[in-house]
């Protein structure tokens, strides 16, 4: 990885760079790779950092591991949930793959799995 633009840590998401592709892991293969906020709010931060970063050419979307890219939203957060809560991770979904639809960088996303619900919508939301 190049330079400190993108060398933040995050708890669930690796950052890896390849020259001028940034490649951004959903890294929760033991949830198959499934979404919940702290994955949705780092990968809107990685995507903003990307964007500003003149370096980065492209950016892949991909998951750790080799049985799903995403398997959608986390379910076990479901039972916790609150009406607000649910409509706020929603809307923070939305957010995400509108930013991603409206980069100015090519978006790949390289499927290695199975990719529902949520997942197939981040898939979709990429070039």
């Known amino acids: 990885m190049d330079g ?14 390849e020259e001028r592709i940034l490649w951004i892991i959903l890294n929760r293969p033991h949830r198959l790779n499934a979404l919940n906020d702290v994955l949705m709010q780092e990968l809107a931060d990685a995507l903003d950092t990307a964007e500003r970063d003149p ?36 809307r923070l979904g939305q957010s995400v793959f509108s930013k991603i639809e409206q980069l100015s960088k090519p978006v790949i996303a390289a499927i290695n799995g199975f990719a529902l619900g949520g997942g197939l919508e981040l898939a979709l939301a990429c070039d």
């Open 4 to 17: 400190e633009k993108m060398s933040k840590a995050y708890e669930t998401l690796k950052i890896e760079r």
């Open 55 to 90: 370096s980065i050419r492209c950016i892949v979307i991909t998951g750790e591991g080799d049985r799903a890219f995403s398997a959608g939203a986390d379910v076990t957060a479901f039972p916790r949930a609150t009406p607000v809560t649910a409509e706020e991770f929603s």
